[in-house]
């Protein structure tokens, strides 16, 4: 019988992964702001929803990779957790020393189709794999890939996933479009700075908390 307190679990587990891979500026990060500033709200919204959905693939091939390898997780939980949290944490460092205004690329004056917009952030999500190493230290990390799982609890853990890409991408376009008399290159550095710091934080304590034998998550 499926336990509310699981369901839960795997919730807000899928929802933070979602975000913590979204949320730092790369190219399509920049890609999004860009067109919302200069296309509008949705243009960018959907250009985050290209991004998600080439998340969710990678997720879901990471996700299918670990699964052969179950007994090993399991007996190596400690090194795995210890391994996401530096990853985490050389992620973070990356994000906050990074300049995603390098990113930027020119203003084209046609705003193209929904489409087109959502299958261009798709193709240069997708032609970056090394996001593979990011997923398997978050899943790592936070004990995402278990053994036994039944198949509505991953199905939850993934559309989970997705709902956090989804948040994200919704509350930064509604944020830059509500600010975008005011949102300058410096505001795309500083955020990113901001991101970075926040993932910064959040692997030190993990990494702590796996070093002192307990769980943060």
């Not at 699964?67 to 985490?88: A, C, E, H, R, T």
């Not at 975008?180 to 910064?200: A, E």
């Amino acid at each position: 019988m499926i336990q509310i307190e699981t369901i839960f679990d795997i919730l807000w587990k899928g929802f933070i992964i979602g975000v913590i891979v979204s949320a730092p500026l790369g190219p399509v990060g920049v890609l999004c702001i860009q067109r919302t500033l200069n296309k509008g709200r949705w243009y960018g919204l959907v250009t985050g929803v290209g991004a998600s959905l080439s998340d969710i693939a990678y997720a879901l091939l990471t996700g299918y990779g670990m699964s052969f390898v179950f007994d090993y997780v399991n007996k190596n939980i400690f090194y795995l957790q210890l391994f996401g949290s530096i990853l985490l944490l050389a992620f973070g460092i990356y994000t906050f020393r990074s300049n995603p205004v390098q990113s930027i690329r020119p203003i084209s004056a046609n705003k193209g189709s929904y489409f087109h917009n959502f299958i261009t952030a798709f193709a240069v999500t997708l032609s970056n794999p090394l996001i593979i190493f990011l997923f398997i230290g978050l899943f790592a990390r936070f004990a995402f890939v278990s053994e036994g799982v039944l198949v509505f609890e991953a199905v939850t853990g993934y559309l989970a996933i997705a709902l956090g890409a989804l948040a994200w991408w919704f509350g930064i376009t509604f944020f830059v479009s509500k600010v975008r008399k005011q949102f300058n290159l410096r505001g795309i550095w500083l955020l990113n700075r901001v991101i970075g710091s926040i993932v910064v934080v959040v692997s030190v304590l993990g990494l702590v908390f796996t070093l002192m034998g307990e769980s943060l998550y």
